[in-house]
């Protein structure tokens, strides 16, 4: 039986990446100061995770679905590929304008690939931070490109201060890009397919700019969907204390407990995966315990029947789940 596992995080060095992957949430980084992303959790041709520790170390994401599907996925089982990425993110500058497509045209480009929804929880952000999320009310498809000539674009574009504790949904087709001085949660599609729309008149070490995908951009936007704002928390309760469900789409479903008393989790056939934000604690169910502290993050299998949380000090907990 399949206990809850931990995974070796996969860092990935990125222009815009900093330092805060290692300063604020605890990640082994190296001395460079570019580490962009962790990725938590990841079952993909760019990313595969490995299990840390206990009996199934060193086993990858992808041969215990092979080797333990039912286990693992339980009501989900039959899926050849872990359905959701899991990566906390450090921004020290502008990531690129861009848009991701939904399922269906994400195999229109690469019958590999998904679409590719997602959802932002931000844990820090410094005064000023903002995000790109989405277009103002009315931008059509032409006025989309002709800015892109004349360098306007910025015009059209829906901007969100955001702080720490706040949550955006960004599903495909949103034009989009996270700000300087934000480190965040990200929920997302099991995907890595990207396409740059404008990448704010940047060129790399060579003096070139980066590779930009107009058509494939311009394709992919919902130009219906307008301006996304932050997201408003729903409480919810059960007979053990209050929570909020900041999401819940086709893909995912996100929950946030903070507690400092221990609580039950729902026994319902299903993975759940666990990002703590802040605090410390432990999972105990039936298929074995784990502890958790500050920016670790579990995958609790679908065979773990009664499952408790227990903090060891208060804890910010996100709880993701497939619907």
């Known amino acids: 039986m399949l206990p809850p596992m931990r995974f070796e995080p996969l860092l990935k060095r990125i222009r815009w990446g900093g330092r805060r992957l290692g300063t604020l949430l605890g990640k082994a980084i190296g001395p460079e100061a570019d580490y962009a992303e962790s990725w938590e959790i990841a079952d993909h041709a760019d990313g595969q995770s490995c299990v840390a520790d206990g009996p199934f170390a060193g086993m990858t994401l992808s041969d215990l679905i092979r080797t333990h599907g039912s286990d693992l996925l339980g009501r989900h089982a ?25 399922d269906q045209l994400a195999r229109t480009y690469s019958t590999s690939e998904n679409g590719k929804t997602e959802a932002w929880v931000i844990i820090d952000a410094q005064p ?55 480190v965040l949660a990200e929920v997302q599609q099991q995907s890595n397919l990207t396409f740059r729309l404008h990448d704010w008149g940047r060129v790399d070490s060579t003096g070139s700019p980066r590779a930009i995908h107009v058509a494939e951009s311009l394709a992919c936007t919902n130009f219906a969907r307008g301006p996304v704002s932050s997201v408003h928390p729903v409480i919810m309760s059960d007979s053990s204390h209050s ?81």
């Open 128 to 182: 000023g931070s903002r995000i790109c999320a989405g277009l103002n009310e009315g931008v059509t498809e032409d006025e989309l490109r002709a800015s892109l000539q004349t360098g306007t674009t910025e015009e059209l574009l829906h901007f969100v201060s955001v702080a720490a504790g706040d949550c955006l949904f960004i599903p495909a087709g949103t034009v989009h890009a996270i700000g300087p001085g934000i």
């Open 243 to 323: 929570f909020e469900e900041l999401v819940r789409c086709d893909y995912f479903v996100i929950r946030r407990h903070q507690s400092t008393d221990s609580f039950p989790m729902a026994d319902d056939d299903r993975f759940r995966i666990l990002m703590m934000l802040d605090g410390e604690g432990s999972i105990e169910t039936t298929a074995g315990t784990a502890t958790f502290s500050k920016c670790s993050t579990l995958l609790v299998p679908a065979c773990a029947h009664n499952i408790r949380i227990v903090p060891g000090r208060r804890l910010n907990l996100l709880e993701i789940y497939q619907p």
């Open 78 to 102: 039959g899926l050849s590929q872990f359905p959701l990425l899991i990566k906390f993110l450090d921004a020290t500058d502008w990531l690129s304008l861009q848009v991701h497509p939904d």
